[in-house]
């Protein structure tokens, strides 16, 4: 299955299309913004480097969250209109899901949530082990320990080392954003649905009274 991945949710902008397990093209960026004037031009010297027309798509695979506000928007809007242009089916992953995924063991995908807090879950050779959520650093380290409970781990992410030195141990892996070949990847398991944020807390903008 031929699938092009998507990730805009956090800082940077990556684009892959795979051929099930193979990556047969993909191309990243670190942004703190301008996701919406990259995306599509990356999408389509991705798509060039790879020979392949967008007609050749089957499905398209874009990160919904946790992530800035404006960024997943960017992603999930071009994927849409992608999708609908093309006829095709289109999946939703997870930001934390697609850090994690491929990290074998024990990890961690954490997001720096700023505030004092993270967006994380646990994952076991990229299994869910909690659901995704936005804790304050010290819970998030409490819970990190609950579920390690003495056993390596893989901390991974922007958010990695705001708990790498509550958890000394831990195997530190930096990350600006998803990497859009495991969102490809996962796509391609996934059953097509609606393309919905995963918002784990209210925006910090506040309209004007």
Sequence with gaps: ???????????????????????????????A????????PMAEAVMRKAYLPFQALERIGV????????????GIAFAKGLASSLSLPACGIGTLEALAAG????AFAVIDARRDQVYCQAFENSQAL???????????????????????????????????SMVPTARLVEADGADAR?????????TPGPLTPLYL????AKLPA
């Design 182 to 190: 495991q969102v490809a990847r996962l796509a391609a398991l996934r």
């Design 63 to 74: 990160t919904v969250g946790p992530g800035s506000f404006t960024g997943l928007r960017v």
């Design 33 to 40: 913004r301008g996701h919406q004037e990259r995306l599509a």
């Design 103 to 106: 990290v074998e063991g024990l």
């Design 130 to 164: 909690m659901a995704p959520d936005a804790l304050a650093i010290e819970t998030a380290a409490a819970r990190l320990a609950e579920i390690a409970m003495g056993r390596q781990l893989t901390l991974i992410g922007s958010g990695a080392p705001l708990l790498a």
């Design 201 to 204: 807390r209210t925006p910090d």
């Design 1 to 31: 299955m031929i699938v092009l991945g998507l990730d805009t949710c956090l800082a940077s902008c990556s684009v892959a299309v795979n051929d099930g397990e193979r990556v047969l093209a993909s191309a990243s960026e670190t942004m």
